[in-house]
């Protein structure tokens, strides 16, 4: 198993920038594939983005790309999403996830989840 803590959320306004971290413990962590997801405010979860086990593959929502980035350290046993040029639409609670198979896109691939960090941006 991995044990999933994410930071990093906060207030912003449009236009500016966040960067999250999720921390992993537990089984090795280079093991595990992440995404970010996001679930808006009375809206379901939502794929974000998701980086291969080494971090050589990368795949973004098409409402992000260019906007986001997605990285991991292996030997810190962290992924991070830095965010940029953040809009009113992204305002909403941001979770990491772990999964062995390779880059999912649903919430169904992944089985281990942190417990999320709020994201507000203001207008």
């Known amino acids: 198993q991995v044990q999933l803590v994410e930071s990093g959320g906060g207030l912003v306004q449009a236009g500016g920038s966040l960067r999250l971290s999720c921390a992993a413990s537990?089984?090795?962590?280079?093991?595990?594939?992440m995404g970010w997801f996001r679930r808006p405010p009375g809206k379901e979860r939502d794929f974000v983005v998701a980086?291969?086990?080494?971090?050589?593959?990368?795949y973004y929502a098409d409402s992000v790309k260019g906007r986001f980035t997605i990285s991991r350290d292996n030997a810190k046993k962290t992924v991070y999403l830095q965010m940029n040029s953040l809009k009113p639409e992204d305002t909403a609670i941001y979770y990491c996830?772990?999964?062995?198979?390779?880059?999912?896109?649903?919430?169904?691939?992944?089985?281990?989840w942190g417990q999320g960090t709020q994201v507000t941006v203001s207008s």
């Open positions: 996830a772990a999964s062995i198979s390779y880059l999912q896109t649903t919430t169904d691939g992944y089985p281990y």
């Open positions: 537990g089984r090795t962590f280079s093991d595990y594939a």
């Open positions: 980086i291969s086990q080494s971090g050589s593959g990368r």
